[in-house]
């Protein structure tokens, strides 16, 4: 089961602004890159449901990280139907994020208090994930919807509305201010962050600069909007 009640994970993700995405069939891989991206600060991390016994990996990588690093919050990604929810949730995914909206999922979440963040990619699909209960969603894939631009024009007339773009948000400061600047809540970064190339050469540390560097960059940006 979870370790995180749905509104700390909700808050953290707000707070922090960013969710590292990744998925690795390695577990030894997997618990090198989710200490690389926690020792770069961030206590969010997205594993994504892809391969061949991923959920075996994930299962793996959710207890060691409960008793060698607690404060990170690990989820699931790439999530499509209720029975592969359930099984990660059993494993201790603390959220649940999809490239598709699904109303089963939703529910099932709701169910265990559990956030979910479905992919979105209309004005209506948004809504429909709202009022299913869903307070941060996902925008999928974010370049393809629109980008930055896409977001104002969400937000424009549905200024409530929490957005976090996957797909599009690159690692440099022009990306990640447009992105902000049009309003998202928070970015979920893949391979744009843990890059593979950074993995085959077991540059770890280059992954925790990267993500402290992110994070820093998302900082600065939002103290400059609150003034």
Known sequence: MAHFSRLEVLNTIVETGLVPVFYHSDIAVAKKIAEAVAAGGSRVLEFTNRGDFAPLVFTELSQYLAKANPKVILGVGSV???????????SGANFVVGPILNPEVARL???????????????????????????????????????????????????????????????????????????????????????????????????????AEVLSWIQELRKEMNK
Do not use: H
């Open 80 to 90: 499509v139907d209720a029975p592969t929810a359930a099984l990660y949730i059993a």
């Open 109 to 211: 979440c709701n169910r265990r208090k559990i956030a979910y963040s479905p992919g979105c990619g209309t004005a209506s699909e948004i809504a429909q994930a709202e009022e299913l209960g869903v307070e941060i969603v996902k925008i999928f894939p974010g370049d393809s919807v629109g980008g930055p631009n896409f977001v104002k024009a969400i937000l424009g007339p549905c200024p409530w509305t929490r957005l976090m773009p996957t797909g599009g948000v690159e690692t440099t400061k022009e990306s990640i201010s447009a992105w902000f600047k049009a309003g998202i809540t928070a970015a979920g970064i893949g391979s744009n962050l843990i890059n593979k190339d950074l993995i085959a050469t077991e540059n770890y540390a280059a992954i925790t600069t990267k993500t």
